[in-house]
């Protein structure tokens, strides 16, 4: 396992994850994601997208605003029910949540005030006056898009109980104290997806989605040692749910929560049903029944998802006497699949590599490289988990053919430029 500066290191190194505003001393706990890392994190949203919408028959999929009109916040209860329990020191003056730590300052060991509560969600106003009418609030969460387009989707898509909207968006909770690189952010990525369900069968589902879930991030590569469930006990669990069941993973300081899975109950449909006064409750036509449908919420972070992905993926190896990093990513997500590497920048070699990149680059992620030498390029695709490299040759310009080499094993073969799609394609769907 990798340690926490490592993963951190590396990310910055190769362009996965870089400092926000950094050549500005930086911006606490947020993060921008470089041209490796935007890759991967989008490879890991477009794989849960395809899963959840695409490859099933009973959800859809919205993309609603990150500002909402006040009332939503009132009707799901985050104007009130939204915070944490906030300690500050007495000499230092530094904030603490109370839950994460013991009876003194964690920084200098003094005494701390008592707990007060401190609401997460960012402020900010709409209009040209900043007065209490225009305040208004980034989301903390994207699930509430989905509920108050619940009638909108249901008849549009002409959907029957049971199913289900996804999203994929920005969130933003004021954390008092984010931490752990990208695994607890201000500014963060949510995958969400709400199941309506009919209340008897709420809690057969809320096991299916669990189920659902751990295959998925096994799916992905993450290897199930480092996977577990976790129920929530009564005192954490949030004030929507009935039940809640988080995947942790065994992050470099321990473990943590990837996703949740929520039983929603009917909270939401119902408060927004007596805030807004519209009628969101759901007529079963085989059984000539109306009932306020319950709510089962797979939630995950893409940010959190990517760092569990990047460590889990970390590998140290000796080769011939020299540690080796590679980041052995499951093709399904690596952020490039296939680099092209001209042994040189020979006229003729660059013509050839720019032919075989050209034949590629339609049915793979390819990058093309041709700085430094093959072995130092051979380093840094590893470093990036790049599971196939293509190397053009001066025995090209003689046999046309090429060498692939492996990531994982660093076998070589060499194959007629012709047949290098083909061969790449079983490579990556046979090797991994």
């Not at 915070?83 to 003194?104: G, M, N």
């Not at 008849?155 to 990208?182: L, V």
């Not at 589902?205 to 659902?212: A, R, V, Y």
């Not at 052995?328 to 020979?346: D, G, H, Q, T, Y």
């Amino acid at each position: 396992m990798p340690t926490l500066e490592t993963l951190v290191s590396l990310a910055k190194r190769r362009g996965f994850i870089f400092q926000n505003s950094e050549i500005y001393g930086g911006l606490g706990s947020v993060w921008d994601f470089g041209p490796i890392g935007v890759e991967l994190k989008r490879r890991i949203k477009d794989f849960w997208w395809t899963s959840m919408v695409h490859n099933r028959n009973d959800i859809e999929g919205i993309d609603s605003s990150i500002l909402m009109d006040p009332a939503v916040w009132e009707a799901s209860g985050h104007l009130k029910g939204f915070s944490d329990p906030l300690v500050e020191c007495t000499e230092c003056h530094k904030r603490f949540r109370e839950d994460q730590i013991e009876s003194t300052c964690p920084e200098c060991d003094s005494e701390l005030s008592s707990p007060r509560q401190f609401n997460l969600m960012f402020k900010t106003f709409m209009g040209p006056v900043e007065e209490e009418a225009a305040t208004i609030y980034l989301r903390p969460e994207t699930a509430q898009g989905i509920f108050v387009n619940f009638n909108n989707v249901l008849t549009t898509s002409r959907r029957k109980i049971p199913f289900g909207i996804a999203q994929i968006g920005k969130s933003f909770r004021n954390e008092i104290t984010p931490g752990n690189f990208i695994f607890r952010t201000r500014e963060f990525e949510q995958m969400e997806m709400e199941y309506f369900c009919h209340p008897e069968d709420s809690d057969k589902f809320f096991k299916e989605w669990i189920e659902f879930s751990m295959n998925w991030f096994k799916e992905i590569g993450i290897q199930e040692k480092n996977l577990k469930t976790r129920i929530h006990t009564d005192d954490e669990r949030p004030h929507y749910a009935k039940s809640a069941t988080d995947i942790e993973y065994n992050f470099p300081w321990g473990w943590g929560e990837l996703e949740t899975i929520n039983n929603r109950t009917d909270y939401d449909l119902k408060n927004h049903m007596e805030k807004s006064g519209r009628d969101l409750s759901y007529f079963d036509e085989s059984t000539k029944s109306r009932f306020i449908p319950y709510v089962i919420e797979p939630a995950m972070g893409a940010d959190r998802t990517t760092l569990a992905v990047f460590s889990d993926a970390y590998h140290e190896e000796k080769v011939n006497d020299e540690t080796r990093t590679v980041l052995k990513f499951n093709p399904k997500i690596s952020p490039i699949e296939v680099a092209v590497l001209p042994l040189s920048r020979n006229e003729k070699l660059a013509s050839i590599s720019n032919k075989v990149f050209n034949l590629i680059k339609s049915s793979f992620r390819c990058q093309f490289d041709d700085t430094q030498s093959i072995g130092k390029r051979y380093r840094r695709q590893d470093e990036i988990g790049t599971p196939i490299c293509v190397t053009i040759d001066f025995d090209t310009l003689d046999d046309n053919s090429i060498t692939i080499r492996n990531r994982n094993t660093m076998k070589q073969i060499r194959v007629e430029v012709d047949k290098v799609t083909q061969i790449i394609k079983e490579h990556l769907e046979t090797q991994f």
